[in-house]
Each structure stands twice: as structure tokens, then as C-alpha cells.
């Protein structure tokens, strides 16, 4: 019996993979809160996806998806911290306004192609500036995991992936090779 791979299980979840065009194409801010109706119902799609992506695969670290994943060219995502009590954080035409010069450098992976992982340095702290259903500003202060959780989901809304932040010469590799090699994220803010 072969076994699907990664990659195959996400798109036949719904998980546009890497070589489609809207992955690499800036998303489309809404306009608040006109659009309201429209943010709430890409972000339910957003969440139904997770959803169905979370039943196949368990995510220790959290999790995130940007509509562009899900064929949806609009600067909404949705992230799910690690842990059961945690509420999702909701990204509508999020933007970084400032980051921390400190970085770490830990193990990604992408639901758009998650046959393999890849190293990439992130900012320890990044401050984003969202929009509310009702057109309001919305700054947030993310730090260790969840701000990489949440600058990952923000690239993908900027049509950039992981692999385009990883240092020049390094490469993804196969998820069998990854396995227990990479380190707990810290979640402590």
C-alpha cells in the first residue's frame, strides 16, 4: 500500500500547494467595515479549513492559515496557539509596523508544501497593526512562537514563503529528516 505523502493529505484538505499562482501574489486588503460580511466569511472559511487540517494532523506548536491557502486572494488569516484553552487569533489586513532586532532561527513548516521543513529566522517580538470588522486600528505585541506563528501567516498575505527567509545556502529538508530534530518553540511572553 503507498502512503500519501504530506503534501497530498493538505491538498486534498483544501490547502492550495506551492506552485499556484496566489501564493505568491499579494493579498487584497478589505475595506472596513464595508466588507465586513465578507472579512467574517472568509474568516469562517479560514477556520473550517483549520479545522479539517487539524483532524489530520496534530500541530504541537499552534498553527496558522492565510486565505491565500485556501484560494482566497484577501489579507485575512487565522492563527491557533499550542494548547486546548487557546482563543485563535484573527488577522484582518494585518501589517508588521515594528520587530525586534533579536532573532532566533527554528524549523518551519507550511501546509502549502508539508513534505519538508525549513530553518528560518524570525524576530522575537513584532508589533502588527490589524484592522476590526468595524474599521477600527488594532495594535497587537506578539513574542517567541506566537510571533512567528503570526509572521509566517502575514508572508503569505505579502505572497512570500518560508523558503525566501531561509540564509542563503540553506535548504528545506524531507519531513523524515526533520523528525525530533527540531526544538520546542517558547511560548512565554
Not at 488569516?77 to 527554528?106: M, T
Not at 501546509?111 to 474599521?135: A, H, K, M, N, Y
Not at 495594535?139 to 502575514?154: C, D, M, Q, S
Request: charged letters at 20%; aromatic letters at 6%; a negative charge.
Amino acid at each position: 500500500m503507498i502512503e500519501a505523502k504530506p503534501s497530498d493529505t493538505m491538498r486534498d484538505l483544501g490547502i492550495v500547494q506551492t506552485g499556484a499562482t496566489i501564493l505568491t501574489q499579494p493579498a487584497a486588503p478589505f475595506d472596513l467595515p464595508s466588507e465586513a460580511s465578507a472579512a467574517r466569511a472568509v474568516i469562517d472559511d479560514l477556520r473550517s479549513a483549520m479545522r479539517r487540517v487539524g483532524h489530520a494532523h496534530p500541530f504541537a506548536k499552534g498553527m496558522g492559515i492565510a486565505a491565500p491557502q485556501i484560494s482566497v486572494g484577501r489579507r485575512a488569516a487565522v492563527v491557533q496557539p499550542p494548547g486546548n484553552d487557546a482563543a485563535p487569533i484573527i488577522l484582518l489586513n494585518p501589517r508588521i509596523v515594528e520587530h525586534s532586532d533579536d532573532e532566533d532561527e527554528q524549523y518551519e513548516g507550511c501546509l502549502s508544501f508539508f513534505d519538508v521543513r525549513g530553518i528560518v529566522p524570525r524576530p522575537l517580538q513584532i508589533i502588527v497593526e490589524t484592522t476590526s470588522l468595524t474599521g477600527q486600528p488594532v495594535t497587537t505585541e506578539y513574542r517567541n512562537g506566537i510571533a512567528r506563528l503570526v509572521h509566517h501567516e502575514l508572508d503569505h498575505l505579502d505572497g512570500i514563503l518560508y523558503t525566501s527567509r531561509m540564509r542563503p545556502g540553506v535548504e528545506p529538508i524531507p519531513i523524515a529528516e526533520y523528525r525530533q530534530t527540531g526544538r520546542a518553540w517558547s511560548y512565554q511572553q
